[in-house]
């Protein structure tokens, strides 16, 4: 049975094995559904080179932008890095390399990557700077670029429930990214909101089934919200 | 008189129709929401992952795992759906969205469309507009005709880095309503008061005049 307890009990052990230069995926859209404690821990550990896969870079002081801070990150790979000034200072410098990826195509690489297929075709980017020095072919008369898969060595996720088996669920629109990173690291650690007993999740609503879990950790999560908008009145 | 922002948005929302699936960028085409004509159901696609996109939340009901791809806040509507980025983007490029509405710096008479980068400014990124102009069949951009200083933002060809090669055929302005077709802007409706002299002047691709430009109603 111990083969299935993907459960973790400290962060320190939840990201063991991560070593500098390291390619690391991970989930979030903005500051919503990020790994949070994942994050502060790789900050903790000071590893250092590595390449960052995610849609977004964080903010100043919150997400992935704390690993700026210590110059972590050497190269990030996101569809929008607007929202962080320190990013922008390190990219000025030429302390950081950038490469923007159009959303769906950055979706769609980790989608592949974790499925074992190597590159796809894509009208995405087609006549812009993105299609540079990329395969185009023709298919029904309209053109396409070839754009390779991304896999890393550790993929971090958040999730709000999980078993132990490694079966996650995500909330709301915090999902975004997660579960694609959930498929295309060697090693994927999954943060939860709460650790459920197995069968308390329905099989049939498992947004990502444990065969791609290694670990699972339960944490406490801040949440904090980049764009606070109300209805009037 | 040229339109303002919410003229421009309140005829957009004319293009809308029972059923429609619509993704709108950030900007002027989010106040498109707030102009869906009476007697019609649309459902808003948010391309982080929902369909269905509701009105703002309440201080009881806002939700820090709940947001839209602005990262604004958000509620889910009646019938709303929520699925990876890599299922909302199937959509999008697999043609499913009825219509999607952005922003722009540049269009062209070939369909070019220029949005996410101004070479020597700092690049933030593209997001997601790229897949939504390759993907998409009936695209509307909106934008001021002219910049501040009265240069035409419809050209010739696009001088900045390009979004989507040859995808665009319906633009909104603040002056007036085109279309694209075999390499030229047709005017198709001048906003009230606006003359065809001074649309003329402030387009610099070939732009087709018919006869006669009818002014844009609004209810």
Redesign the interface.
């Known amino acids: 049975m111990s083969g299935f307890d993907k459960v973790v009990h400290s962060y320190e052990e939840a990201m063991a094995g991560l070593e500098d230069g390291m390619t690391v995926l991970a989930g979030g859209?903005?500051?919503?559904?990020i790994p949070e404690n994942l994050i502060t821990q790789i900050k903790k550990m000071g590893t250092r080179d590595l390449t960052v896969v995610s849609?977004n870079c964080g903010v100043d002081g919150f997400g992935l932008g704390v690993l700026l801070e210590d110059r972590q990150i050497k190269k990030m790979v996101?569809?929008?890095?607007?929202e962080n000034a320190l990013f922008?200072k390190q990219?000025?410098a030429g302390e950081l390399d950038v490469e923007?990826t159009?959303?769906?195509?950055?979706?769609?690489k980790?989608?592949a990557g974790g499925a074992g297929i190597p590159a796809f075709f894509?009208?995405?980017?087609?006549?812009?700077?993105?299609a540079e020095g990329k395969e185009v072919r023709e298919f029904n008369g309209k053109s396409y670029i070839l754009e390779p898969s991304i896999t890393g060595d550790f993929a971090i996720v958040k999730g709000w429930k999980a078993d132990r088996y490694g079966n996650v669920v995500y909330?709301?629109?915090?999902?975004?990214?997660?579960?694609?990173i959930a498929t295309a690291g060697k090693i994927t650690v999954v943060e939860v909101e709460e650790i459920v007993e197995p069968g308390a999740l329905d099989p049939a609503h498992i947004?990502t089934p444990g065969i791609y879990v290694d670990r699972v950790i339960v944490g406490t999560f801040e949440?904090?919200?980049?764009?606070?908008?109300?209805?009037q009145g | 008189m040229a339109l303002s922002r919410e003229q421009i948005a309140m005829r957009i929302a004319q293009e809308l129709k029972d059923g429609f699936y619509v993704n709108l960028g950030i900007g002027i085409p989010t106040l498109v929401a707030n102009y869906v004509p009476d007697g019609i159901e649309v459902m808003l696609q948010?391309?982080?992952?929902?369909l269905g996109m509701g009105?703002?939340?309440?201080?009881e009901t806002?939700?820090?795992?709940?947001?839209?791809?602005?990262?604004?806040?958000?509620t889910?509507a009646t019938g709303a759906s929520?699925?990876?980025?890599?299922e909302?983007?199937a959509m999008?490029?697999g043609g499913h969205v009825d219509l999607t509405v952005l922003g722009a710096f540049e269009v062209d008479v070939h369909g070019?469309i220029a949005s996410w980068?101004i070479p020597g400014k700092?690049?933030?990124?593209?997001?997601?507009?790229?897949?939504l102009v390759?993907?998409a069949d009936n695209i509307i951009v909106c934008m001021t005709h002219a910049s501040k200083h009265g240069e035409s933002k419809l050209l010739p060809a696009c001088t900045l880095?390009?979004?989507?090669?040859?995808c665009i055929k319906k633009v909104v302005t603040d002056l007036a309503y085109l279309e694209i077709e075999d390499g030229c802007f047709v005017l198709k409706e001048r906003a009230p008061g606006v003359t065809v002299e001074e649309i003329i002047e402030k387009t610099a691709g070939n732009l087709i005049v018919p006869d006669y430009v009818p002014e844009m109603t609004f209810a």
């Open positions: 859209f903005g500051l919503c559904g849609n996101s569809s929008y890095v607007g922008e990219l000025l923007l159009p959303q769906g195509t950055l979706a769609e980790l989608r894509t009208a995405t980017g087609f006549g812009t700077p993105v909330r709301h629109t915090a999902q975004n990214f997660n579960p694609m947004h949440k904090r919200i980049e764009q606070r908008t109300l209805s | 948010s391309e982080n992952g929902l009105p703002f939340p309440t201080e806002i939700d820090a795992d709940m947001i839209n791809a602005g990262k604004q806040t958000v889910a929520i699925f990876s980025s890599a909302s983007f999008i490029r070019n980068m700092l690049i933030k990124g593209m997001g997601g507009a790229m897949d390759a993907g880095p390009l979004t989507g090669a040859g």
